[in-house]
């Protein structure tokens, strides 16, 4: 494994499951020589359950568990943004931020939002409103391209991740050449932004899926585009943090890519895989 670090991470100051030092221990445990912090940021929607509600709590314990690990582990401050926030506006970027995650978790559809990732019901039924599965992913798609497009985050979270539920073509035929080419239409428009992409294994964690996001016919258009990419775990808890990087290492390598995004001091540097 070459990556020793992994920039999406959340904590029980979000929907994780240990505590911000439980998990610097275990990234420590795994050799990374650095761990940055993905915290849900604030949204102020009433139900979202995902949320940091104590930010200020959330950026000084990061503060002193950077300096008590200094000597161990470089951590960076960070935030996994949502593309909207209350009254529908974009999220601003915490000047506490080393770095930020860009991420669409909703289908915004005419009658309300649908989560993308929470149950395959909701799934379902964002796609009985939008009546097919072109007009559910073009909600999708064109939400997060202009999330990325008008907020300068650094990294795109999980790019396809309406295929989540969709395991063994459950809901629609990714191999479908309609839907393909429908994504990679985005796709395009993402990459030029030039912000990175993240592989994310954090859904075969959760064992939802059994590769990473996004699918090889995306890695392998970013690769054409030379799109930059980083191997992130979106881990939730202890047991997740390195989970499946050998795996995805192999995966970019067997698509061609030689080296990824790591986050330094200095900004974002490319490192051999
Ligand atoms: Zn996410
Ligand atoms: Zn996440």
């Known amino acids: 494994m070459t990556t020793k670090s992994n920039l999406h991470t959340h904590s029980t100051f979000c929907d994780g499951r240990n505590s911000i030092e439980e998990m610097i221990l275990a990234a420590i445990d795994a050799g990374f020589t650095s761990l940055g912090f993905s915290g849900h940021a604030p949204t102020q929607f009433p139900d979202d359950d995902c949320q940091i509600t104590d930010i200020d709590g959330y950026f000084n314990e990061l503060e002193t568990m950077k300096r008590k690990y200094a000597e161990k582990i470089t951590i960076f401050k960070g935030l996994e943004l949502e593309s909207r926030v209350l009254g529908g506006k974009r999220p601003v970027i915490d000047p506490r931020c080393d770095y930020t995650i860009g991420s669409d978790h909703l289908f915004w559809t005419p009658e309300g939002p649908f989560s993308v990732d929470y149950t395959p019901e909701e799934w379902n039924n964002a796609l009985k409103v939008l009546k097919d599965v072109e007009k559910l992913m073009e909600c999708y798609y064109e939400e997060l391209v202009s999330f990325a497009q008008e907020v300068p985050f650094d990294i795109i979270g999980h790019v396809d991740l309406y295929t989540k539920f ?83 290492e192999k995966l970019l390598k067997d698509i061609g890519y030689t080296e990824q995004m790591q986050l330094t001091e200095k900004g974002f540097v490319s490192v051999p895989l």
Do not use: M, W
């Open 166 to 248: 969709n395991e063994g073509g459950r809901f629609f035929d990714e191999n479908d050449p309609r839907l393909r080419n429908l994504a990679l239409y985005y796709i395009d428009k993402l990459a030029a932004t030039g912000k990175i992409f993240e592989i994310n294994t954090g859904a075969i964690g959760k064992e939802y899926r059994s590769t990473p996001y996004p699918a090889p016919f995306i890695l392998k258009r970013l690769h054409q585009l030379k799109a930059p990419v980083i191997i992130s775990s979106d881990s939730h808890s202890v047991r997740t943090i390195s989970c499946y990087f050998d795996q995805a």
